[in-house]
């Protein structure tokens, strides 16, 4: 089943969404930056979040870097809490693709 089909099983039987904040939104927030304040309604609401492993190796990375280990350590456990997506190299093509074909890639350099 591909990329979008399983996207939409998911969803016929999820009933509420997923939330899905950014590596660079989880270091805001958590390294207490300027902008962490516009994902704090994300990240401290209700709504379930979705996270993938990338995120927590770029999340530790950073925080480990520019604070502390101890804080590093106290970050990847925020993100342990929520749903962790599986992500495999057929799912990081299909990801990649689909992204391509609905227009969410960077732009080309002019």
Not at 11 to 22: E, G
Not at 32 to 56: K, M, N, S, T
Request: net charge negative; charged share 25%; aromatic share 6%.
């Amino acid at each position: 089943m591909s990329l979008a089909g399983r996207a939409t099983a998911a969803c016929a039987r999820r009933t509420t969404a997923l939330i899905l904040v950014d590596s660079s939104g989880w270091i805001e927030y958590l390294a207490d930056r300027p902008r962490g304040d516009r994902f704090a309604p994300y990240l401290e609401g209700r709504e379930p979040l979705l996270v993938c492993v990338i995120e927590i190796y770029e999340v530790y990375k950073v925080i480990r870097r520019d604070l502390s280990e101890e804080r590093a350590i106290e970050a990847v456990s925020a993100l342990c809490r929520a749903t962790i997506a599986p992500i495999d190299e057929s799912l990081a093509l299909e990801a990649a693709d689909l992204s391509l074909a609905l227009g969410l890639a960077a732009q080309e350099p002019k």
